[in-house]
Nanobody, 126 residues
Framework: QVRLVESGGGLVQPGGSLRLSCAAS????????IGWFRQVPGKEREGVAC????????YYGDSVLGQFTLSTDNAQNTLYLQMNNLKPEDTAVYYC???????????????????WGQGTLVTVSS
């Protein structure tokens, strides 16, 4: 069974850091295009960072460029999102997702993904 489980969310003060994890099971993460997305109630889901399986390139949303870093641990079949200098506007539920084959920056488009984790809440507040 294909499954993604996020962890690492929580409450952090502005300027702080968090690292989110996404553990995959039932498939090999490195063979898929994988991404992080976030959503605030009432707003459209936003592509934050992704890794394309077709070109091996990491792509980032404009709002997090230079602030967030996507990485993988292939031995652990786990995806990470390192988030630094967090701001209140980064508050959201963060999801990871996987797709067997997406080309280039299309991996930032949430509508292409079918396999999703349950989400983890990140709250940035003093």
């Amino acid at each position: 069974q294909v499954r993604l489980v996020e962890s690492g969310g929580g409450l952090v003060q502005p300027g702080g850091s968090l690292r989110l994890s996404c553990a995959a099971s039932g498939f090999t993460l490195v063979d898929y295009s994988i991404g992080w997305f976030r959503q605030v109630p009432g707003k459209e889901r936003e592509g934050v960072a992704c890794l394309s399986s077709t070109d091996g390139t990491r792509y980032y949303g404009d709002s997090v460029l230079g602030q967030f870093t996507l990485s993988t641990d292939n031995a652990q079949n786990t995806l990470y999102l390192q988030m630094n200098n967090l701001k209140p506007e980064d508050t959201a539920v963060y999801y990871c997702a996987a797709h067997p084959n997406l080309y280039g920056s299309s991996c930032l488009r949430y509508e292409y993904f079918e396999v999703w984790g349950q989400g983890t809440l990140v709250t940035v507040s003093s």
